[in-house]
């Protein structure tokens, strides 16, 4: 028997796009039932929610390990570039397999940490005006690497 | 089924609206956005978005609440508890 979503394993997708008055409490919640074991959520999206370095954390925490395979997180201008590094980090134990990040602040050492994401198919990164090109030609060099084994 | 427009939920009157949904045999996809979901009704709302999920006959898969105003008693009350 489920409980709202927690335990709930019908709901493949959600979206909160646009609500902006969730704070930790709420991505806790949210956290419990991405970590729980009946949890089916495929996709999740959070465009323009607010999100700050303490809440991705905590939801970056939970989907480590999940079975969510798309995620979407753009305008959360909020996460500093800390925030990312960690957020990427969680990232790296997931089987993400889509990601939009568009206009936030990820910078070159986000935009290394994605090559950590080695199920990722599909990233969307445009507007993240804080990678420099340098950024970009390492990034490049480094999928390189990847895919030559 | 997309219910859009400029509806606030009040005395109940929207909650009844959503939880009339719950074991609707082919309702697969949900979306409810535009303010439909204000602060104040937060909690009326998401107790009746649980009734739909706890529906033993569900097969909602696409639950799509964007543009709302869910606060953190909202989530919770949709997530995991009851306030």
């Not at chain 1, 753009?74 to 800390?82: F, G, K, L, Q």
């Not at chain 1, 950024?135 to 030559?148: A, C, I, Q, V």
């Not at chain 2, 949900?30 to 107790?47: C, G, K, M, N, P």
Request: hydrophobic letters at 35%; one cysteine or more.
């Amino acid at each position: 028997m489920c409980d709202g979503l927690l335990g709930n394993s019908t709901i493949s997708s959600l979206c909160l796009d646009n609500n902006r008055n969730i704070t930790s409490t709420g991505c806790h919640a949210l956290s419990a039932v991405i970590r729980d074991p009946n949890c089916n959520l495929k996709k999740i999206s959070l465009n323009w929610t607010g999100l700050t370095d303490e809440r991705s954390n905590i939801l970056g925490a939970a989907l480590s390990g999940s079975s969510v395979k798309v995620l979407h997180l753009s305008h959360n201008e909020s996460i500093s570039r800390r925030g990312w590094h960690t957020l990427l980090n969680h990232l790296a134990r997931t089987s993400i397999i889509s990601l939009n990040l568009r206009s936030n602040k990820i910078d070159n050492g986000g935009l290394a940490a994605l090559a950590n994401i080695g199920t990722l198919k599909t990233l969307i990164l445009s507007r993240n005006e804080s990678i420099t090109p340098e950024g970009w030609r390492h990034s490049s060099t480094r999928y390189k690497e990847l895919d030559s084994g | 089924m997309i219910i859009t427009g400029r509806i606030e939920i009040i005395d109940e009157f929207g909650g009844s609206l959503i939880e009339g949904l719950g074991g609707h045999p082919s309702l697969t996809r949900l979306q409810i956005e535009y303010d439909f979901i204000t602060a104040e009704q937060a909690r009326v709302s998401s107790r009746a978005l649980r009734k739909v999920l706890k529906h033993p006959k569900s097969e909602l898969k696409h639950l799509l609440l964007p543009n709302n105003k869910l606060d953190d008693i909202g989530l919770g009350v949709l997530c995991v508890m009851d306030y």
